[in-house]
Structures are given as structure tokens and as C-alpha cells.
């Protein structure tokens, strides 16, 4: 996983345009951003990176790098 693939992912999930995010966007600004994205975006690092986050931890983040740097600490799956 490289940050670049991380972000198209986002895009992805929100139905963004490509290019619409960057590591500096800020979560809880992003189009559509609510509740049922952020269960979808758990669901979406689960699935796509074999990674469990609890929500908790996504909310003790703030930008697309700070998610990105805390999914890379967890082993590959």
C-alpha cells in the first residue's frame, strides 16, 4: 500500500473525481463524510488493507496521512 493508491481508494469510497483528496484533506470535510461513510470506511481499510480499526481511533485523527500513517503501522495482512 503507498499513500497515492490510499487516496484513490478514499475518492473511490466517497465517489469523489480523481484528484479530489490529498494527505492533507481533512476527514470529517470530506463530501458526504457522516455516519454511515464512516462504517464504510472502517469496512473499506477491513476489507482492502486487513485492517480492524475502532472507531476511536479514527477519531483521534484529523487528515487522510494521519489515517494513512496509522493503517501502515499495522502489519500487512
Known amino acids: ?8 481508494d478514499l475518492e473511490g469510497l ?6 479530489s483528496l490529498s494527505a492533507s484533506s481533512v476527514i470529517e470535510e470530506i463530501p458526504g463524510w457522516g455516519s454511515l461513510k464512516f462504517l464504510c470506511l472502517i469496512g473499506m481499510i477491513d476489507d482492502q488493507y486487513g485492517v480492524t480499526l475502532k472507531p476511536k481511533q479514527i477519531h483521534q485523527i484529523t487528515t487522510i496521512g494521519d489515517l494513512y500513517a496509522l493503517v501502515s503501522t499495522f502489519p500487512k495482512a
Open 1 to 8: 500500500m503507498d499513500l497515492s493508491q490510499f487516496v484513490t
Open 14 to 19: 466517497f465517489e469523489l473525481s480523481p484528484g
